[in-house]
């Protein structure tokens, strides 16, 4: 059977029809829901793109496969699901990106690939690129319908005109037309492969940039969603008081990120209202690109013939608690869709699971849906339990998390807080009930997400919660205790030969 492992970039859990959203329109993805099983709990363990990519594809936690900020490079002697895919019998496509820092012990010095973090994870064999600053093969299509060609890739994305009077942000609609976005090229590169194919079992991974930022969208999504049906952010509590928030504030939401008029120290209400209405403007751009694919797969009697996996890499602030874009210890930024459709197990579809499950389980579903073993060192493991309609007896009861803040290039935060680059990191242990947030050089937070949902008020200086807050930290070591570089650690030599523990192990 074939594969279709289809990722978005940015994408809030939270935001589907299906789902009783008030702004978004998804009525495509909506219908793969009722298809699929539906992991409502799902969380990335890491954010930005690269290591939450590469923590997808290697079925590792950021603390094993170390590849632990956008450039930081994938250590070359782990394995993978490209890799184990590889071995048996696909060949497998990428169309998008993947993010992976390359090895630079692998390469010759002077080798271009160690002048950019947009590498490709080895064992896919990348169709098209549209990623970034990775944009010729789409402008390439766009100069050729008569498009003036910008100066630098990324200008593509600067409104088509811009007012001199609008102040702040600006919905007005991009330089391209919706037919010819990038959304449309990529699409239009897949169904293009999709036609020559023979027969024979293939292999996508499709990864579609938006609705990452800049928020700029064509004509109409860039004014599709009416403001009056985007809700309010979530107000800014004590939590936002902690040393990191503050400096993370000032550096990282700097506006060129969404465009280079904003100002996000001064945005208004109307301002915050338009960005979340473009966000999900470009969310129901993709919702309609997804359509043009799962028709054509429907129209091609492949549909019933492919496992297809939906997810992300992390999630988006999108204004909560006066933030935007991915990182630091918010749910926003860290909860993610993830849907499987498997045509072996149609009795299934539409089931909702409500179990925590982790961005590291995808790698290890895919291989036992093959019937493969994964490899020993993976951390995630098989959902298709879940897909057959059980319950496993042992379940995770919590979901973990890491993002490494260091900037070895700037040192930015390492100056201003006062910390060395290994320092620059915290740790999320997150319960149904509870957030524990650990920093190697920072104080700690905790947060009674039963009584405090949107996580205002911090709890780990109060006297009535230290108990809870030595149980969550202990609780954290266990995990990375238990979840330490494992490739050989259940093997032996002895006088028998290599003996091997291949039993279960304490999920968590």
Known sequence: MNILLLSVDQWRADCFGFLGHPAVRTPNLDRLAAESVVFRRHFT???PCGPARTSLLSGLYPFNHRSITNGTPFDARFPTLPGGLKLAGYDPLLFGYTDTSVDPRTLEPDDPRLLTYEGVMEGFRQIVDV??????????VLEAKGYDRP???GDIYLHAERPAEAKGFWDGPARYKAED?????????????LAQETGDPWLYHLVYLRPHPPLIAPEPYNRIIPRDRVEAPLPVGDGE????LKVWAEQHQKGGYFDPEIDFSALSTNDVTAMRAVYYGLMAEMDFQIGRLLKALEDTGQLDNTLLVFTCDHGEMAGDHGLWGKGGWYDGAYRIPL?????KRRKTAGRQVQALTESVDVAATVMDWLGKKAPQSWDGVSLLPWLDGDTPPVWRD???WEFDFRDIESGTYEAALGLTPDQCTLNVWRSDNVKYVHFTGLPPLLFDLANDPGERHNLA??????GKRLEMAEGLLAHRMRHAERTLTNHKLTAKGVLTYEGPRRLG
């Open 151 to 153: 100066e630098r890739d």
């Open 181 to 193: 976005s990038d959304m449309a090229f990529l699409t239009d590169c897949v169904l293009d492969r």
């Open 131 to 140: 990623n970034g600053d990775n944009l010729g093969a789409w402008l390439d």
């Open 398 to 400: 919590h979901v973990f």
């Open 241 to 244: 008081a902690h040393p990191f």
């Open 339 to 343: 849907m499987i459709r498997d045509p």
């Open 45 to 47: 363990v890491a954010a």
């Open 461 to 466: 200086g109060d006297p009535a919660w230290l």
